[in-house]
């Protein structure tokens, strides 16, 4: 099947749940979105900066209505080429990133803060005892949050937690949480986006 054909059959299997489906094409070429935009899909989520200015200038340019989120780690050497080519980020993950991003022009660009959900030490994120203080002291304007539960758990608990925060914060309007094997799940627990890349492309 093809990336629409899937596109369509996810939709279809959300049916009232309708979360925006966010198309993670991370490792794919150029040429594998392309049919997703003719298609007039927009919202699109890649890991790594390098790669992202390498796939998507020249796309951005043809499709200038694209909506592009980083969904990665930023590093800190990073934050001018990912402010060029990227929408959103969707991974702010500190305090210390979100002071230096506050730093530059950022009009037009959205934010949305990491959560480690499960306290993982080898993931970046803010903890569940830190998200609310950062929330309330953003020198960014964040407006949505985005998890990774962690592998081998079940999801529900942290997508329900996710949305635990986002009602204590009345600017929190989006919740990325969900990917190709909990995606329905995550819709299920009112996933505002949800993050899709073998689902949609097949693997990599």
Known sequence: MSSIDNLNEIKA??????????AVSKYKPASAVIPLLD???RLFGENRVAEALEKWQDLKEKYPDINLHLIGHLQRNKIKDALKIFDAIDTIDSQDLAELLARHDISGKTFMA??????EPQKTGFLPNEIDAFLE??????T??????PIGEEP???????KTIAKRHSNIKELSMGMSADYEIAAAQ???IIRLGTALFGSR
């Not at 529900?156 to 996710?162: D, V, Y």
């Open 114 to 119: 990491e959560v480690n959900t499960g306290s």
């Open 13 to 22: 299997k959300l049916g009232s749940l309708c979360p925006a489906v966010m």
């Open 190 to 192: 009112g996933a505002t």
């Open 156 to 162: 529900s608990p942290h997508f329900a937690f996710l």
């Open 144 to 149: 949505g949050l985005m998890c990774i539960p």
């Open 39 to 41: 298609a007039g899909h």
């Open 137 to 142: 002291n953003s020198p960014l304007p964040i």
